[in-house]
T-cell receptor, first 113, second 114 residues
């Protein structure tokens, strides 16, 4: 069973702090990793993708990937109340047949003013 | 560049009725995916198309579910003989078939079966 695991939270951080969101996955051959943000009642919004080991930065967001440890994380610097949402980790397990994404249950982030 | 659109946004139906949802992908994208999301869970993959070909179906897609993409553009997802357990958000996403494979989601169709 291929799985994506996230701590459900809620993770509470003060405004201006760094929020750190973590995700582990079960399949060593996974190639593609994504972070989505989902506000309550809305659909997931892609915020980061990462494909190789190391860090990838985009504005206030940094994704980190460690394939040996089967671990991917998302750092949000200078957290704002508008960042309060559920963050979904998604992994493409690179199966022979398709490109389906496997999602974790999401981590709820609350940024307090 | 318009995003993925879905119609309707909300659907309330009685158990046993059939429902059909539509998805229009981003115009340059030739891959189209359907997912289902229930409260407190991440989206679960249902099926995907490359152009008009349905290339993968999840075991979640029972025989009451059928999806089509007849001309490789928009797609429909039909649920026959709806059950209360079908109540969920049905999400459509699209992507290119080469490059980064990033999937972009539409706003979803929220189905309530009473």
């Amino acid at each position: 069973q291929k799985e994506v695991e996230q701590n459900s939270g809620p993770l509470s951080v003060p405004e201006g702090a760094i929020a750190s969101l973590n995700c582990t996955y079960s399949d060593r051959v996974s190639q593609s990793f994504f972070w989505y943000r989902q506000y309550s009642g809305k659909s997931p919004e892609l915020i980061m993708s990462i494909y190789s080991n190391g860090d990838k930065e985009d504005g206030r967001f940094t994704a980190q990937l460690n394939k040996a440890s089967q671990y991917v994380s998302l750092l949000i610097r200078d957290s704002q109340p508008s960042d309060s949402a559920t963050y979904l980790c998604a992994v493409n397990f690179n199966s022979n047949s398709g490109y389906a994404l496997n999602f974790g249950k999401g981590t709820s982030l609350l940024v307090t003013p | 560049d318009t995003g993925v659109s879905q119609d309707p946004r909300h659907k309330i139906t009685k158990r046993g009725q059939n429902v059909t949802f539509r998805c229009d992908p981003i115009s340059e994208h030739n891959r189209l995916y359907w997912y289902r999301q229930t409260l407190g869970q991440g989206p679960e993959f249902l099926t995907y198309f490359q152009n008009e070909a349905q290339l993968e179906k999840s075991r979640l897609l029972s025989d009451r579910f059928s999806a089509e993409r007849p001309k490789g553009s928009f797609s429909t997802l039909e649920i026959q003989r709806t059950e209360q357990g079908d109540s969920a958000m049905y999400l459509c996403a699209s992507s290119f078939s080469a490059g980064t494979y990033e999937q972009y989601f539409g706003p979803g169709t929220r189905l309530t079966v009473t």
